[in-house]
C-alpha cells in the first residue's frame, strides 16, 4: 500500500527531457556505448543526459548538456523520478514513476563493439 501510494505521489511530477545512465565502473560497458551513440547522434541537444556515479575520482569528460550526479548526492533521486529514460547495465535502476521507461543493457550482451 505504501509502495502504491508512492507512485501515485510520482506521478504528479512531471517528467523532464532526461536521460539517466548507469555503469560499474562509472562511464563503461553498454551504457557507455549507448550513450556515445546519443551523443554521436546529437541527441544531448534534445535531452539532457545525466550519469550516476559511484566513484568521485572518475575523469569527467566536458560534453555539452551532460551532468554527472554522485549516488551519494541528493540530485540522484530527482534525476531518478523525473527522467523519462533510465538505461542501466550493472545495477538494475528502478522507474519510480509509471510513465518512465528502463533499460537493463545486461553487462554480457555484445553490443559494446
Given at each position: 500500500?505504501?509502495?502504491?501510494?508512492?507512485?501515485?505521489?510520482?506521478?504528479?511530477?512531471?517528467?523532464?527531457?532526461?536521460?539517466?545512465?548507469?555503469?560499474?565502473?562509472d562511464l563503461s560497458d553498454n551504457t557507455k556505448a549507448v550513450f556515445d551513440e546519443m551523443v554521436r547522434r546529437g541527441l544531448n541537444r534534445k535531452y539532457k543526459l545525466v550519469w550516476l556515479?559511484?566513484?568521485?575520482?572518475?575523469?569527467?569528460?566536458?560534453?555539452?548538456?551532460?551532468?554527472?550526479?554522485?549516488?551519494?548526492?541528493?540530485?540522484?533521486?530527482?534525476?531518478?523520478?523525473?527522467?523519462?529514460?533510465?538505461?542501466?547495465?550493472?545495477?538494475?535502476?528502478?522507474?519510480?514513476?509509471?510513465?518512465?521507461?528502463?533499460?537493463?543493457?545486461?553487462?554480457?550482451?555484445?553490443?559494446?563493439?
Open positions: 500500500m505504501k509502495h502504491k501510494l508512492l507512485r501515485l505521489l510520482l506521478s504528479l511530477l512531471p517528467l523532464q527531457n532526461t536521460i539517466l545512465f548507469e555503469s560499474k565502473p556515479l559511484h566513484r568521485h575520482d572518475t575523469p569527467l569528460p566536458e560534453i555539452k548538456n551532460v551532468r554527472y550526479v554522485y549516488y551519494d548526492s541528493l540530485f540522484r533521486f530527482w534525476f531518478r523520478v523525473t527522467s523519462k529514460c533510465l538505461i542501466c547495465c550493472n545495477s538494475w535502476v528502478k522507474p519510480m514513476h509509471p510513465k518512465q521507461h528502463a533499460f537493463y543493457l545486461s553487462h554480457g550482451t555484445p553490443i559494446k563493439s
